[in-house]
Nanobody, 127 residues
């Protein structure tokens, strides 16, 4: 089970922190990441942190503003700190976990590389 939390309505320039908790199996060595989908648009990659080594990847649109991290005490919890939010960040944010394949620099942005998905949490940024 993958559950997101932390979404909400904020103004441009504000910050939000999303959380993702995975349960039901041992996710400590698996990649956990975030995708988002805005109305009328396809789901797009946002960020991921790999299970082994903790390598992080970001979409160009969020680099320098978003930071992904994993709770050191609870390896099944991942956070997405979102700063300097813009109206174009408005979307439903989904947490995704890759279990059956290793996240690499070639696969990190592909939705097909992830096996378990949360229900999503809405983030709305007003101008």
């Amino acid at each position: 089970q993958v559950v997101e939390s932390g979404g909400g309505l904020v103004q441009a320039g504000d910050s939000l922190r999303l959380s993702c908790a995975a349960s039901g199996r041992t996710f400590t060595s698996y990649g956990m990441g975030w995708f988002r989908q805005a109305p009328g648009k396809e789901r797009e990659f946002v960020s991921v942190i790999t299970g082994r080594g903790g390598t992080t990847y970001y979409a160009d649109s969020v680099k320098g503003r978003f930071t992904i991290s994993r709770d050191n005490a609870k390896n099944t919890v991942v956070y997405l700190q979102m700063n300097s939010l813009k109206p174009e960040d408005t979307a439903v944010y989904y947490c995704a976990v890759s279990v059956y394949s290793t996240i690499t620099s070639y696969t990190y942005s592909r939705a097909g590389a992830y096996d378990y998905w949360g229900q999503g949490t809405q983030v709305t940024v007003s101008s």
